[in-house]
Structure formats: C-alpha cells, structure tokens
C-alpha cells in the first residue's frame, strides 16, 4: 500500500509540475492542425482534412482544460507569462486557434452558427490579449534589451489579429447596421495586422543584423516571420475573393498590390530560413529536440500552402498551384513528425511502467528524456523555464 500511496503521489507531482510549466504557446498545435486540415480540404484530401478536423477539436479541448488547470493551480506562474517578453506572445495562438477551428466548422462541418460564436470569442480574446499583453510589457519598469527581449514569436500578435480578418470574410455580415460595416470593419484588421508586421520585423531585423547570433537564438517561432505574412495574403485573398458589391470594389487595385507583397515577402523568408536551418543544425551541429513551439514552424508551411492556393484564384497563375501542392505535402511532413515527437514522451512513460518501474523512476527518467528520438539539449529562447 506504501508503493502504491508512493507512486500516486509521484505521478501526482509529476503531472502539477509539467501543468505548471505549459507553455502560453501551446494553442499552436491547433493553429498548426487545423491549417494543414484547411489546405486538404482546398486540395480535396477530404479524409486527411477530417482527421486533423477530429484531432483539432479534442486538441482544443485539451489545452483550454490545460490553461484553466494552470490559471487555477499555478496563478504565480500563470500571471508571470503575461508580463513576460519571452513567454507573453505565446497566448495570441489562443486567439488564432479559435479562428483557425471556426474556419473548420465553417469548411469541414458546415456550421456556420458555430463558426460565428468562435470568430466572437476569438474577437474577444484578441481584444483581451493585444491591451492586455502590449499595454502590461509597456508599462514594466525593468525592461530586457532588444537583444534579450524580442524573438520570431512576437509575430504571433500578426497572426492572431490576421486570423480575425480571415475568418470573418468567410461569414455572414457580422456588424449590426449592415451595408459596408463588415468589410470596412474586417479591413481594418486587415491594414493593422499589415502594419504591426512592419513593426515588429523591424525590431527583430535590426536584432539579426546587429546582435550576435547563434545557433540557440534561432528558435522555431522564427519561422513566423513567414507565416505572418503568409497569413496576411491570405486575409487579402479573402478581402479579393468576398468584395462583390461592397467598398472594396473601389480599393481592389490596392488590395491586390498589397496581397502580392505580402506574398512575395512570404516567398522571400522561405529561402533565408532554410538556409539559416542548415547553418544551424548542418553546419554548427545544433541538436533537435521537441519543443511546443515547433508547432510554430509546422503552421507557416501550411498557411503559405493554402495562401498559394488562394493566389492562384486571384491571378490564375499556373506555377502557383504547383507550389501549393508542395508545400502541402511539406507541411503534412512536418505535421506528422513535430506529432510523434510529441506523443514520444507519453509513450516512453507507458513502456516504464509497463516494465514495472515504480512511478517516481519513471518521473525521473521522463525529466531526463531528450523528448525525440534525436539526442538533443537545446534551449530555447522563449523557454524561461522547461516545456511540458
């Protein structure tokens, strides 16, 4: 009965102290899922959209447990991410998730009531986390450097603000009044998400450019400096493909330029990124190992597939479509091994105790694990304290 008391108490402890360590960024498994499943869907892949359709609403459930668990059982630790610069972004993935799976409901389950209460709780949670987050690290009187401070994930505020627009254009009006307040409304988020990308990749080029770099500073959410912009074109495409009759007929010129930019800016990251993933783990032999926030890469690829989709709607460009596909293809490739990566651990624990090891040994051996089949020690930037 003591072994027994002994190993519900280490489990016990085990599972607070990986609760209390969630990390904020973690709805990015959802946002990840469920654009991969939106960009099947596009491409006709209807059984491998609904599968991550069906994942993504048990994984959305999850995690919304999981935060209310932590807010609940770890305030201090809760309450410090939101002041944080490293950890604080991490909760506008809650805000993409909602309107990521709203689009789902809407494509996938054809429930466009549903779909509306999500874009309205994401709208909330956008209000929430954009005045709450921003105004908290202004007014801090003990600030880190830019050097420190600012990181790839920051982006996520672009994304989120993104994720409004995107869902909203594929509803009904949503504004009381009627008449031109959806559009006008949608595009404001539109050219605000644009503008804040600009801001915020300023601070993190200017860190690129003049700081030294090295292989630990370029952590996975350094990949949404393409998915923001990969998103933003979608959130154009969208505004393009829904303005019949509305005032964006007469702004159409300007919102085609723009969502070619930001294509084109989405196209430009693609290369760089790669070539800075080969410096980093080919050439200064960084080791991988699984980090939540490598959901932050699996989600660019599949937002620039499903935003390439939309431009060749737009611009009946052949090649475009090509280049969707492949990146569709890439990002289910990265889905599928950022997935069983994260199934590693819990798995590994099931073979311990399987063994017969007391539940305190497999604690122990767990906190030790490398969390992927490729040995690794990596710590990431936004990490203050170790992912679940």
């Known amino acids: 009965m003591d072994s027994v008391a002994e190993n519900g108490r280490a489990a016990s402890d085990y599972i607070k102290r990986r609760i209390g360590t969630l990390h904020p960024a973690y709805f990015a498994l959802v946002m990840a899922t469920g654009i991969v499943s939106i960009a099947c869907h596009l491409f006709k892949l209807a059984d491998l959209a609904y599968a991550l359709f069906f994942i993504n609403v048990a994984a959305y459930i999850i995690l919304w447990l999981l935060y209310l668990v932590r807010a609940m059982l770890f305030w201090p630790q809760f309450a410090a991410d939101w002041v944080s610069h490293k950890r604080g972004f991490g909760f506008f993935t809650v805000v993409a998730a909602t309107n990521v799976l709203g689009s789902q409901f809407l494509l996938l389950a054809d429930n466009p009531a549903l779909a509306i209460a999500l874009w309205w709780i994401g709208l909330a949670l956008w209000v929430g986390c954009t005045y709450g987050i921003f105004v908290l690290l202004a007014v801090q009187t003990r600030k880190p450097s830019i050097e420190e401070g600012i990181n790839g994930g920051w982006l996520v505020a672009v994304v989120a603000t993104q994720s409004v627009c995107v869902l909203g254009t594929m509803l009904p009006p949503l504004i009381p009044g009627g008449g031109d307040s959806t559009p006008m409304f949608l595009l404001s988020f539109w050219l605000f998400g644009g503008m804040l990308y600009i801001w915020i990749i300023s601070?993190?080029?200017?860190?690129?450019?003049?700081?030294?770099?090295?292989?630990?500073?370029?952590?996975?959410?350094?990949?949404?400096?393409?998915?923001?912009?990969?998103?933003?074109?979608?959130?154009?495409?969208?505004?393009?493909?829904?303005?019949?009759?509305?005032?964006?007929?007469?702004?159409?010129?300007?919102?085609?330029?723009?969502?070619?930019?930001?294509?084109?800016?989405?196209?430009?990251?693609?290369?760089?990124?790669?070539?800075?993933?080969?410096?980093?783990?080919?050439?200064?032999?960084?080791?991988?190992?699984?980090?939540?926030?490598?959901w932050g890469l699996v989600f660019p690829l599949g937002m620039y597939a499903a935003c390439t989709y939309k431009m060749h709607l737009i611009f009946e460009i052949a090649p475009l479509l090509v280049i969707a596909r492949i990146f569709l293809f890439a990002a289910l490739a990265a889905w599928l091994l950022t997935f069983l990566s994260m199934l590693l651990r819990p798995l590994y624990a099931v073979l311990l105790v399987l063994r017969g090891l007391p539940v305190s040994t497999v604690a122990r051996e767990l906190v030790a694990l490398p969390i992927t089949t490729i040995k690794g020690g990596e710590s990431h930037e936004l990490s203050e304290s170790r992912p679940i």
């Open 203 to 294: 601070l993190i080029f200017y860190r690129y450019m003049f700081f030294r770099f090295e292989p630990s500073d370029l952590i996975p959410p350094y990949w949404i400096n393409m998915g923001s912009v990969a998103i933003s074109t979608l959130a154009g495409a969208n505004l393009i493909l829904t303005a019949d009759g509305s005032l964006l007929q007469g702004l159409m010129p300007f919102l085609k330029g723009f969502t070619a930019l930001y294509w084109a800016t989405a196209t430009w990251w693609i290369p760089m990124l790669l070539i800075l993933g080969i410096w980093r783990h080919g050439i200064r032999k960084f080791q991988f190992t699984y980090d939540p926030q490598y």
